[in-house]
């Protein structure tokens, strides 16, 4: 039998008693215990309990296997991404080549498995989110329902006048009592419907956070779309190595040599033209230089393989760079590696240089302009997630990482520009006999990107 069946069966019997007062004050206290037993116990436990907790239990334990089989995926991820390291400073060679490539495909499928396992939890998450605001809904609505049927019964039932109810009474003491025991159950009823408000509250919390995986379940599935993406240029790159090369030694040496010929007539090229640019840059217009102006384009841990200037290799290779040192900072980035906007800002230009020019400059490359008026330049990038003229803010995935355009291996080329310095053009080359569109600025334009990250 129903809560409120009970009550109306016993408003039937009390209305039958030779007591009237058992249609007042006792009435109330009766249904009090009702409501207590029946509304207030499905308030905090519902009816549906066992089968819901029994649901939640299951969810919460694919989640931890979820998370057992991510933090083994991550291990093998971690351990491609030593092997790369390694494999980035011994010699340059076809043999070392193919196991770079081999390596990066290896990891990229990790990146793959750990992004369908990351979906497949944040999935079980809204599952188990959905349960639980079912579970509320269920809640709510016993409670309200057993509210409200106890109010209509107690007003339909109490129709006695004042005096008579006090005739009912020995004495004036049993009244009192008894008018004691209905303020408590008045109480009791502002608890339930204080509690009600709580579980709407709660309520509305689970749905916010629902909302919240759900976005964060677009974004796993775009990153799982960019890593296959990337996953295929990576395999017809290996595919057309093999192809170049025939898989011979002297072949890939050949190939480096040309690649390498090719860089230092552009770089030439591109140092003429940017001698040519002339321009005054206010230092006072530059944010001062210090920690956090710029955040690091890459998750910790960084690791950077050449500085700005005059390195070692700028030195010991001066035809690469024109004579005029490195202008950026390269950092250690595997292919496939998400790279993040340095400051909130606008995306002046994007471009490919490997399509004009394969194996030299800047590859796939991004500008941003920032308030601050410092723009800042990622290359050598394998896939690009921006568009020109799209709004940044400060974090955001731009990109991913990789080998193209004149590289010795993977890695972000990081260059921090003053803006008004720096300008996107179409160059000629000679080099190629192709337009080639890419960032130039003067040398005074290029700024140590250490100086503010």
Not at 359 to 378: C, F, K, M, P, Q
Request: some cysteine.
């Amino acid at each position: 039998m129903s809560k409120n069946q009970l009550l109306k069966e016993y408003i039937i019997l009390s209305k039958k008693s030779q007591y009237p007062w058992s249609r007042g004050l006792t009435k109330a206290i009766f249904l009090f215990c009702l409501i207590f037993i029946f509304g207030f116990w499905s308030l905090i436990f519902g009816f549906s309990l066992p089968v819901r907790a029994m649901k939640i239990d299951e969810l919460k334990s694919q989640i931890s296997r979820k998370n057992q089989e991510m933090a083994a995926i991550q291990k093998e991820i971690d351990e491609y991404k030593d092997k790369l390291g390694k494999t980035s400073k011994e010699a340059g060679n076809l043999k070392n080549q193919i196991k770079t490539l081999e390596n990066t495909l290896y990891k990229i499928k990790g990146d793959i498995k750990f992004a369908q396992n990351r979906i497949e939890a944040a999935n079980l998450s809204i599952e188990e989110l959905s349960v639980n605001i079912g579970s509320t809904k269920v809640q709510i609505n016993q409670n309200i329902g057993a509210v409200a049927e106890t109010i209509r019964l107690i007003n339909e039932a109490d129709s006695n006048s004042l005096v008579e109810i006090l005739l009912a009474y020995d004495s004036l003491s049993d009244f009192f009592d008894n008018l004691n025991a209905v303020q408590d159950f008045e109480k009791n009823i502002a608890l339930s419907l204080q509690t009600l408000k709580s579980l709407k509250t709660t309520l509305e919390n689970q749905k916010l956070e629902i909302e919240g995986e759900k976005n964060n379940l677009e974004t796993k599935k775009e990153e799982l779309l960019d890593k296959q993406e990337i996953q295929k240029n990576t395999q017809t790159q290996k595919s057309e190595l093999f192809k170049q090369t025939k898989n011979k030694e002297t072949l890939y040496k050949n190939l480096l040599e040309e690649r390498l010929k090719k860089q230092e007539a552009l770089e030439q090229e591109i140092s003429a033209i940017e001698e040519e640019i002339r321009i005054a840059i206010d230092p006072e217009s530059l944010p001062k230089s210090g920690a956090g102006v710029l955040l690091w384009p890459l998750e910790q841990p960084i690791v950077i393989t050449q500085y700005f200037g005059n390195t070692a290799f700028a030195t010991q290779n001066p035809q690469i760079y024109g004579g005029k040192g490195h202008n950026g900072i390269d950092f250690r980035a595997s292919i496939g590696t998400a790279i993040k906007a340095s400051e909130d800002g606008i995306v002046r230009d994007i471009g490919n240089t490997d399509i004009a020019c394969d194996g030299v400059s800047y590859g796939e490359w991004a500008l941003i302009d920032h308030s601050n008026n410092l723009s800042t330049l990622y290359s050598h990038l394998s896939l690009i997630k921006v568009k020109s003229g799209s709004n940044i803010k400060k974090g955001d995935i731009i990109g991913y990482s990789g080998n193209s355009g004149y590289t010795t291996g993977p890695h972000l080329h990081f260059a921090v520009f003053a803006s008004k310095a720096v300008k996107v053009d179409s160059m000629r080359s000679k080099v190629c006999g192709t337009m080639m569109k890419l960032p130039l600025a003067p040398y005074n334009g290029y700024l140590n990107p250490l100086s503010y990250l």
